[in-house]
């Protein structure tokens, strides 16, 4: 259930060659545990380079977070991060689903970046877009995350056939 068309360690993993083979020329990247720490204030190392390789390669990049709006909007600035940002794009809901006009890309060329199964690949699902997961590297506290993160788990052993 919500098995990803690819998964990965970190954001960093991503290369224009794997993005190309999956024939997806726009993301939609996630920041909380997949671009940052939760609620964190700096990219991860090799982020910034990442998407700049990415962008070269002509891939669109859109910001895609459910965070509130001034906390993303300083995080753009904050980290110099000069792309199209959508927040908060209430993941798994699709209302922002408008903001991938934006590419003029198809669905299937379209690809939500994320660390949440019920969050970020429900999103892919319920949009028809294409879906990337990247491992969680912290998990967060709180009783709410840790039962959503052990529903995860139990839903991950599904995804054995995805590379
Ligand atoms: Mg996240």
Do not use: H
């Amino acid at each position: 259930m919500f098995n990803p068309d690819l998964r990965f360690q970190r954001f960093t993993d991503i290369t224009p060659a794997a993005l190309e083979k999956l024939g997806v020329r726009g993301l939609l990247v996630d920041i909380d545990n997949t671009i940052s720490y939760f609620k964190g204030e700096r990219l991860f190392d090799g982020v910034q380079k990442t998407l700049n390789d990415l962008s070269q390669s002509g891939v669109s990049i859109i910001i895609f977070s459910n965070g509130k709006f001034e906390r993303i909007q300083k995080f753009m600035k904050d980290n110099a991060l000069n792309y199209t940002f959508i927040a908060p794009a209430l993941k798994p809901l699709t209302f922002k689903l408008g903001a991938t006009k934006k590419l003029g890309l198809k669905k299937g060329e379209i690809a939500v970046v994320g660390d949440q199964v019920f969050t970020d690949m429900a999103f892919g699902v319920f949009c028809g877009v294409k879906k990337i997961y990247i491992e969680p590297t912290l998990l967060e506290t709180g009783r709410f995350f840790k039962f959503k993160r052990a529903m995860e788990k139990i839903i991950k052993k599904g995804w054995k056939g995805v590379k």
